[in-house]
Each structure stands twice: as C-alpha cells, then as structure tokens.
C-alpha cells in the first residue's frame, strides 16, 4: 500500500448513502447537540450569577461544564456539516485539531472529576478546616492543574499519532478516532501511541479506585452523623458526582473493552456516541435533578421577565457592562 503521510484530507464513515437517512442523522445530532451545549451553558451561567452557587464545588462544576461543552463541540458540529453536505473528508489539520481537543478536554474533564471528589472528600470529612484547605487560591491552582494536565496529555497523543505514516486515509468513524487513526497506520510508531493509550488508561482506573476509595470514607463519614437533614444534603452533592464518574468511566469501558473486530462499523459509531457524546449531554441533568441550590439558580435564570430581581439576561448584560 502506498504511503499517504503527505494526504491532506481523510474520510471519515459515511452514516448513509441513503440521502433521507443522512439528514435524519444530521437532525438527531442537531438535537443532542443542542441539548448539551443548552444544559450546560445553563450550568455555567447559573453559577457566573447566582451569588449562592459562588463556592468551591460549583466553581468546579463551572469547569466541568465548559469541559463538556468543548468535547460536543469538538465532533459533533462536523459530523453534522458532513451529513448535510453529502461529503465525507476531513482535512488533515481538521483532523489533528479534532483528536487534540478531544483529548484535552476530555483529559481535563477526568481530571477536574478527580478534584470535585477532594472537594467533597474535605467538605464532609474534614469540614472544619474546609475553607483553609479550599480557599480561592487553592481553588483556582486546582482547576488549572486540571486544564494543563489535560494539554500535556493532549499534546503527547497528537504528536504521536502524527507522527506516524498512513496507508489509507479512510477512517471507519464519524471522527477522528486515535484507535481508528491506528487502524490505517503502516508505521512502527504506532506502538508508542498504543503504549500512550495503555498508560492513560491505567491512570485512569487508578484515578477511579482513588474517587471509589474517597467515597468509602465519606459515606463512612456520612453515616456516623447525626443529623439526618445534614446527611441528605451531603448526599445531594455526593451522588450526582458519583453518577458522572461512573458514567464516563462505566460507557468508555463499554466502548474499548470488546474483541477487535467484533464488531460492525454501525456498532462503532453507536458505541462512539454513547462514550463520547452521551456523558456531556446528561451531566447537566444529572446534576440538577437532586441539587437544589441548582435547581433554585437554574429556576431563576429562567424566570424572565417575573421580577428585575431575577431577570438572567439584565444581570448577565450588566455584569458583561
């Protein structure tokens, strides 16, 4: 096969070549997309405003939010672009752009994951040195912390996957997927990318008995209170964040623990939509169903018009002023 490394385009899976079903593919992703981009510039607004919500944990989730907001902006938009097009191709910075930004904010929204459950692990565990340990400064040391470990790990997965030669430019997923972009490589390299992925993987399930272990000692905390009003509102803060870990965790296991090529290029995609979209589009859900601080901002914010004192749009432009 003929070296491709000088290609400046690849082709992504077509959905369909059945036009009808292009654009039913297109208007699914519309709907995701913009529900998950809604859902979490509501997060991010609702704590920029409500003056409640300006405490470690939501400052965190903020960073959360902006994370998730970046990985369904990272694919989503050209897989819709190329439905509604009836074209294929991605051009090859495109491509590198895609994989660096998926894996820097999908890097940093791991890592941020890890931060919220020290939060809560010192909120609940420690409380009374809570706001020694979680001050501003610490705070925002922490998030950066998170932001930059996720473009170092960005950074080490582009620059080895490009750094490979190519066979085909044919890659069988709607994105620019590393273990796709592997399957078209013809260069010795690829062995390095697969040890990067080996790596960032085990990091990553040790990161998790980390956050499981955390939460062993906290409930353990949790069930030593007295107060059962106290101990339903750490609960209200605990669980959500239980639930995204686990998400994220439990839905990429779903998509890369199975035989190679077991699988059909539909199963592919299917299995690409539920680790990598599927996680970023139900967060803002999951964390506004049993929080009420949440529940009480995202109320205001959407309360146009009833009071000035609880118009988004006025505080939000005055604030902007």
């Known amino acids: 096969m003929s070296n491709l490394t000088s290609t400046s385009e690849f082709l992504l899976l077509g959905f369909s070549d059945v036009r009808e079903l292009q654009l039913l593919h297109s208007f699914v992703f519309l709907v995701m997309y913009v529900t998950a981009v809604t859902g979490n510039l509501l997060i991010i607004i609702a704590v920029m405003l409500d003056h409640h919500l300006h405490t470690p944990m939501y400052f965190f989730l903020m960073n959360l939010a902006l994370q998730d907001l970046g990985i369904v902006s990272v694919m989503l938009p050209k897989a819709m672009a190329n439905s509604l097009l009836n074209t294929r191709s991605i051009s090859y910075s495109g ?14 929204d791991f890592s941020i994951l890890i931060v919220m459950a020290r939060d809560r692990y010192v909120a609940i565990c420690n409380p009374l040195q809570y706001e020694t340990i979680m001050h501003r400064a610490a705070c925002i040391q922490m998030a950066a912390s998170a932001w930059i470990a996720g473009s170092v790990y960005a950074i080490l997965h582009t620059s080895c996957t490009f750094a490979m030669t190519f066979c085909s430019n044919q890659i069988n997923q709607f994105f620019c997927e590393v273990p796709q972009i592997l399957n078209v490589s013809c260069s010795d390299l690829y062995l390095l990318e697969v040890g990067l ?125």
């Open 197 to 321: 992925l080996i790596l960032g993987c085990t990091i990553a399930a040790g990161c998790f008995i980390f956050i499981i272990i955390t939460y062993v000692q906290i409930f353990a905390t949790l069930l030593r209170m007295p107060s059962m009003c106290g101990r339903k509102k750490a609960l209200s803060t605990c669980i959500p964040h239980l639930i995204v870990v686990s998400l994220l965790v439990f839905t990429g296991v779903f998509a890369y623990v199975r035989p190679p090529g077991s699988t059909s290029s539909d199963l592919n995609i299917l299995f690409s939509v539920i680790y990598a979209i599927l996680p970023p589009l139900l967060n803002p859900f999951i964390y506004s169903m049993r929080n009420k601080d949440i529940k009480s901002a995202l109320l205001k914010l959407t309360d146009f018009g009833r009071s000035p004192q609880t118009n988004a749009v006025k505080i939000l432009l005055e604030k902007l002023c």
């Open 95 to 108: 491509c590198v752009a895609q994989v660096f930004f998926y894996f820097f904010f999908g890097g940093s």
